[in-house]
């Protein structure tokens, strides 16, 4: 193990998430982005973070989907399986029509722009929300949610479409704030080091 995780030249042990980033490395969640590099600070985009949910959750489904996949675009077996345990709803990646059957396998409308939109802490929050809930990990109380808004500093700047799930995953631990104040800073974009973070608590549960 530690010399699978040695081969990461840009991640020292000072890290704040090195231990994070070793795990998932070790456990296969995350992988490096070659020539040694783990590239801890990278953005990762909503699909890039698909891929690694439907990977621990879904791997079924997303075989099942490759097999009837006729594009040439590897990812979209993910978001296939992603959509069809409601991962998208409420997100960019949430295009498909009320009627359509998500038993169904359905290919034509993502394009390789919706797959590399970079993944701000909304979006991660919405679809942290849809997981839980489809994984059935437990629902927050009025109490919880309540603590939870209470912690977040930044909490009436948040839009309300992201309020519910915002303090759904801070009551679940699965997000925190991002400095000493408690801001939540929905805006900002997701690093491959948080994303490790999070597939940790995941795999976890």
Not at 106 to 127: G, S, V
Not at 140 to 159: G, S, Y
């Amino acid at each position: 193990q530690a010399a699978q995780l040695e081969d990461f030249t840009d991640v020292s042990r000072d890290h704040w998430a090195y231990s994070y980033i070793s795990k998932a490395a070790y456990a296969d969640l995350i992988s490096g982005i070659g020539d040694g590099k783990f590239g801890p600070e990278l953005p990762v985009s909503s699909g890039q973070f698909l891929v690694m949910v439907t990977n621990l959750f879904y791997h079924n489904q997303v075989e099942e989907f490759a097999k009837r996949n006729t594009t040439d675009d590897w990812w979209r077996p993910y978001l296939g399986a992603a959509d069809k345990y409601s991962l998208l709803t409420q997100t960019e990646l949430d295009i498909r029509t009320p009627s359509w059957d998500r038993n169904d396998y359905w290919q034509d409308d993502w394009t390789e722009a919706h797959f590399n939109h970079k993944l701000d802490r909304y979006t991660m929050a919405m679809i942290l929300r849809n997981l839980n809930g489809m994984q059935h990990w437990g629902t927050t109380t009025q109490a919880e949610l309540k603590m939870a808004r209470e912690k977040i500093a930044d909490w009436n700047t948040i839009p309300e479409k992201y309020q519910e799930a915002v303090a759904c995953v801070y009551a679940r631990g699965f997000l925190s704030g991002v400095d000493k104040a408690g801001n939540f800073a929905g805006d900002q974009t997701m690093t491959r080091a948080q994303s490790a973070v999070i597939l940790c608590k995941l795999a976890d549960i």
